[in-house]
């Protein structure tokens, strides 16, 4: 499937993010690589990893985007100022920034930094030997050494202010990132000297920008001289804060706040002492008529100060009467042109929403207000927007009482979604530029995917229905195109809902292609001048093939592959010539599609694909084709598995050298190379197709495939402040430890662990394809995703223990749970094929399992544990008997208890382990048929036993009855029940138990058995109409050996 052009827009970087990106981008070797000529993606995942490290979930692309952003706001504001001999202009973390990017890369040569002389190079811009020889220099110095000098250097009065700034951001890195090594080390003299130098600069500092340097390091000192048991070891660094507070010059009084802000928690274990002070401090200092600065400061400082204490509820109430504060400082601060209190504002609401329960009215109502007016800017209203839709996600049942709010909320996204430009180069653009991303369009279309899946359809979709028509019908096309994209925003969240008027929407929709849908698509796919309809075309495609039954898709057959065929000549033709490729990647993907839907039809048009895919991934070598190269792989192997073995077999050996050749190259992938999850993709289609003959490249195969699988989630100790940025839709969940830290853990790249496992493939090659070594490492991965398992269901159920728990939060949760059941159901299919390779030989194995599968099945656990975990034992005995009643203890009781399961799942998991027990079991089952038997009949004589969601199981129990006659005829008495077993077939819905039961019926009438032909053979009719059945149904595939032997048997009855 296409990846979507609505991305779900990243959470906004916090200020304390942002200062801890830029020290990671001033870190040596990552600016060495960043100046290098061979820098490339993985310098991106370094820096992403950098801020891991420190606590915030970022990824390469996020940081990349917003570098970018960084450097073009820095070079804006130094242009501005080349330019202007009036008062010089500034950014945000301009001084920062300058560090960097205005003097040398990471730092300026002492002899320049002590003498005021600034360089004026770029990072990542040349002059690669003397940035060298200055970082050598620089390393060169002792820690110890470094303090003093960096100090001498910030009170140089004589020096440049770039130079002086710069030393002021150096000294603060290095108190942060090496500060046990270089502080410490220095005598007790010379510690107390360096802070009260430090003190004493901010008293003498004249520059507000070289104010808040210092008060930067000192917030820097304070936060490492608390200790563990949270003394703070600077008490005139407290004193201080009080004094400048309270002070009358208005410099201090920010330099007070500014520290206090940039480290709430530097009261340590005296913050409850001073708590009625700290609120006084910050209520007198919101009030502040007089100085806007003071205002904005204290209301940041309060916002960080309530971030810093999330968990402390108390002191969150005692602190509520602040917000209002907050609020006006917001809307003051928005209207000169500074988000950084809306940004405090929005994470607030992310981090503790229920923080702004007393006073959510005014906050919605001002958020609502700032969004409209479109006198502010892009971002301004972004923002805006973005508390409410962060509230629908973190605080939904909070919101949902608010529903003025949200019915206002809605013709707001709308309106950003229509905020459009017609761009001709946009339609032909081969690459999705970030630019799009920040777009009021892109913003609004975000807000409403992420609200309606915040608060559910139930609410959303009434609101925002007669809205979007209006849209579709209006004469503009901005409305037009923005009621179909909000069409496809809310399908997700409102899905359950949509499904009630899908005629109606798709007959809606369908107006505006003018023709049906697979013509209309491939006449779009043929939009030469507009590349970016023709991905979009293409797209759909893909997803509608994906869903589209095979019967139908046939006959449009010729005609798309003659449109793809002619589409893809013409694009492979446009990268050769022009490098362009974004059309090409979807008709890859679409041909792939295709072939995977018509399977055995696919067949005639084979060739006329294969050359031309084979080229593909042979030539597509280079950096920006790995996403194309890794779709063709993919298209290849679909199109093998659905020709089959004997029509790919021309080809196999070229595709598997190819395939070879990327797999030796395996480690020396990038960590984002999309291909690696192609590649484990089309190994397993690989296998499938080869069956035996794949096990010559097993070797090669093994060792990634295992590490794929192993992948640790990522897990994180946070405390408050560090946790702030991290996102549910980031694929974190978090559990509260108190103390104000959180455990965190991200279940993201699920689905490729999950392909990884899938593609074990152990049931294709059969006993021998795995050594001890591979049997002791997929035993600590199996093991270690069941207890990953129980781990996320616990955090669901802490989140059900909240006071604003729903039945839409539940809807959430059990959202979230499909992710754990997806790799639940592929442990299951491994442990299935280890079973019916190994068989007894992997019990003793097995036995480190054996407890988490048992927890599985307890009846506390929700239906799809109990499911899964049936379904192992129920492979245990099905090809591990008779030593599999060894563990009957563990198994047995809950199996026949769950026969009658409200759940049809799990009664349909236990109905097929009485029928294995019946057949492989052995002896020592014998009496548990016998008390199975009654439970099974209850479950087929229900009045909604034929239902849609129930049949399976029903099915399985009629299979399990005629499977004890069969298997274990002295359990039952066969002449009574067997009546009834007629009168419940055919089966036609579970195609495996259905060949089971037709083999026994035959079984019946070859035996000529009086019961099942009836007196004189009355039952004759009835035997014709239950095969008829099956056969209509497609019960049995027609090469099964038990479609020959229905066959005979009519022949048979024919003759009697």
Not at 693 to 721: C, H, N, R, W
Not at 883 to 911: G, H, T, W
């Amino acid at each position: 499937m296409m990846e979507s052009q609505i991305r779900k827009r990243a959470p906004a970087w916090t200020e304390w993010e942002v200062r801890d990106l830029i020290a990671v981008w001033g870190e040596e070797s990552v600016l060495s690589e960043l100046r290098s000529s061979f820098q490339n993606a993985k310098t991106f995942v370094r820096i992403s990893q950098g801020m891991k490290d420190r606590g915030h979930n970022r990824d390469p692309k996020q940081c990349r985007v917003k570098l970018k952003e960084l450097r073009q706001a820095y070079q804006k504001t130094r242009e501005a100022n080349g330019r202007s001999r009036s008062e010089p202009q500034t950014c945000r973390f301009y001084d920062e920034l300058h560090a960097i990017l205005g003097g040398s890369a990471t730092t300026t040569p002492m002899f320049d930094l002590f003498n005021g002389n600034g360089g004026n190079r770029e990072a990542g811009f040349g002059d690669e030997e003397d940035d060298a020889d200055e970082v050598e220099t620089y390393e060169t110095i002792p820690g110890q050494s470094k303090i003093t000098f960096l100090l001498q250097a910030i009170r140089n009065a004589a020096a440049a202010e770039e130079a002086r700034q710069m030393a002021a951001v150096l000294l603060r890195r290095l108190l942060s990132s090496a500060f046990e090594e270089v502080y410490p080390a220095l005598s007790p003299d010379v510690q107390t000297a360096i802070k009260s130098e430090l003190l004493l600069i901010i008293q003498m500092e004249t520059q507000s920008s070289m104010r808040k340097k210092i008060c930067d390091i000192v917030a820097e000192l304070a936060r490492n001289l608390i200790d563990e048991d949270g003394n703070n070891q600077w008490p005139e660094g407290l004193k201080f804060l009080f004094d400048s507070v309270s002070s009358q010059n208005v410099g201090l009084r920010e330099a007070a706040l500014h520290i206090f802000w940039n480290f709430p928690g530097i009261f340590g274990n005296q913050q409850q002492h001073y708590l009625e002070v700290i609120k006084r401090m910050l209520v007198q200092c919101m009030q502040d008529q007089e100085h806007p600065t003071v205002r904005m400061l204290s209301a940041r400082a309060a916002a960080a100060f309530v971030l810093a204490n999330e968990h402390n509820l108390p002191l969150l109430k005692h602190f509520a009467d602040l917000l209002p504060g907050i609020l006006q400082a917001v809307n003051d601060s928005c209207y000169q042109n500074d988000d950084s209190v809306l940004k405090s504002l929005v994470e607030i609401a992310d981090t503790v929403p229920k923080y702004l329960r007393p006073h959510l009215e005014p906050t919605l109502q001002l958020s609502l207000k700032l969004c409209g007016d479109t006198n502010l800017n892009n971002m301004q209203r972004q923002l805006a927007l973005e508390v409410i839709v962060t509230l629908s996600e973190t605080a939904a049942a909070m919101l949902r009482r608010h529903t003025n709010i949200v019915a206002q909320a809605i013709p707001q996204m709308l309106a950003m979604m229509v905020d459009l430009e017609e761009d001709e180069d946009w339609a032909n653009a081969d690459e999705l530029e970030d630019d799009d991303f920040d777009s009021n369009a892109v913003a609004g279309e975000s807000a409403l995917d992420r609200m309606a899946c915040g608060l559910g359809g139930k609410l959303v979709l009434p609101m925002i229905k007669e809205h979007i028509m209006q849209m579709l019908q209006n004469p503009d096309w901005k409305y037009r195109h923005a009621g179909l994209m909000a069409l496809s925003a809310i399908g997700e969240g409102c899905h359950q809902q949509m499904e009630g008027i899908l005629n109606e929407i798709v007959n809606f929709v369908l107006l505006f292609l003018q023709d049906p849908v697979i013509a209309a698509l491939l006449q779009t796919m043929e939009d030469q001048g507009n590349q970016r309809v023709q991905a979009h075309a293409a797209a759909a495609l893909i997803n509608f093939t994906e869903d589209c039954p095979k019967s139908l898709l046939i006959p449009y057959l010729d005609n798309l592959v003659k449109h793809l065929h002619s589409t893809m000549v013409i694009k492979l033709q446009e990268l050769i010539q022009k490098g362009t490729k974004l059309v090409l990647e979807q008709v890859v993907t679409s041909i792939a599609s295709v072939a995977d839907t018509a399977e055995e039809k696919f067949v005639p048009y084979y060739d006329l694909f294969m050359p031309s895919l084979k080229h593909i991934v042979e030539n597509a070598v280079q950096k920006e084709l790995r996403l194309l190269r890794g779709k063709t792989i993919e298209c290849i192997s679909l199109i093998g598995l659905a020709v089959g073995k004997e029509k790919f077999m021309q080809d196999a050996s070229d595709v598997m050298q190819l395939l070879l050749k990327t797999q030796t190259d395996f480690s020396d992938l990038e960590d984002d190379d999309p291909q690696i999850s192609y590649m484990i993709s089309a190994w397993a289609r690989m296998c499938k197709i080869l069956g035996k003959e794949f096990q010559q490249y097993l070797p090669v195969v093994m060792g990634p495939l295992m590490k794929t699988a192993s992948i640790k989630p990522e897990v994180a100790l946070l405390d408050t402040q560090d946790m702030e940025n991290m996102s549910d839709d980031d694929g974190w969940e978090f559990v509260n430890l108190g103390d104000q830290q959180s455990f965190g853990i991200k279940t993201a790249g699920l689905e490729e662990k999950a392909t990884a496992c899938q593609m074990l493939c152990i049931e294709v090659m059969g006993d021998g394809c795995l050594n001890n070594e591979h049997f002791e490492e997929l035993g600590g991965i199996l093991k270690g995703k069941l207890e990953e398992h129980f781990k996320n269901q616990e955090l669901r159920q802490v989140k059900r223990q909240d006071e604003d728990y729903d039945e839409q939060v539940e809807e959430s949760l059990q959202d979230e749970d499909d992710s754990d059941v997806y790799i639940l159901t592929k442990v299951s299919d491994i442990l299935h094929s280890i079973f019916s390779s190994y068989q007894e030989k992997v019990l003793l194995w097995f036995e480190q399992l054996l407890p988490l599968i048992v927890n599985l099945i307890c009846p506390h656990r929700p239906w799809p544990d109990r499911q899964w975990g049936l379904c192992i034992f129920d492979d245990i005995v099905e090809h591990c008997s008779p030593s599999s009643f060894k563990y009957a203890e563990y198994f047995l009781r809950p199996m026949l208890q769950s026969i009658c399961d409200n759940s049809p799942e799990v009664r349909q998991a236990a109905a097929y382990g009485v029928g294995v027990m019946a057949q492989f079991g052995g002896e020592s089952y014998r009496p548990f048929c016998t008390e199975a038997l009654p439970l099974l009949v209850r479950v087929i004589q229900s009045p909604d036993a034929k239902a849609k969601e129930n049949v399976n199981a029903t099915e399985n129990c009629i299979s399990a009855v005629g499977k004890i006659m069969k298997f274990k005829p002295d359990c039952v008495n066969v002449e009574e029940v067997l009546p009834h077993w007629l009168s419940w077939l055919p089966l036609h819905e579970d195609k495996e138990e259905a060949v089971h039961t037709f083999n026994y019926l035959c079984d019946l009438i070859e035996s000529n058995n009086p019961i099942v032909l009836g007196h004189n053979n009355a039952n004759l009719p009835r035997i014709f109409s239950i095969i008829a059945d099956g056969e209509i149904h497609e019960a049995i595939k027609h090469e099964d050996p038990c479609t020959k032997r229905l066959a005979n048997v009519v022949r048979q009855v024919q003759v009697i």
